[in-house]
């Protein structure tokens, strides 16, 4: 059975991600966020990319 190399998947190119503008708060820093990727819901915190990030690695372990 032959293995297929992971160069061989054709390229894929994702547009961009349209940023919403808008006004938010950090909920672990309270840093300023004034643009996301996504429509945040207001029953859940909003991060911004650095504890974000922090959380990431302490939740997966990574």
Same mark, same amino acid.
């Given at each position: 059975?032959?293995?297929?190399?992971?160069?061989?998947?054709?390229?894929?190119d994702f547009p961009?991600?349209?940023?919403?503008?808008?006004?938010?708060?950090?909920?672990?820093?309270?840093? &300023?966020?004034? &643009?996301?990727?996504?429509?945040?819901?207001?029953?859940?915190?909003?991060?911004?990319?650095?504890?974000?990030?922090?959380?990431?690695?302490?939740?997966?372990?990574?």
């Amino acid at each position: 059975m032959a293995f297929k190399k992971f160069d061989d998947r054709p390229s894929r190119d994702f547009p961009p991600r349209k940023m919403l503008k808008g006004n938010w708060k950090c909920a672990d820093c309270g840093k &300023e966020i004034t &643009e996301l990727p996504f429509e945040p819901s207001p029953d859940r915190p909003t991060y911004c990319r650095e504890c974000w990030q922090k959380r990431r690695t302490q939740k997966f372990g990574r």
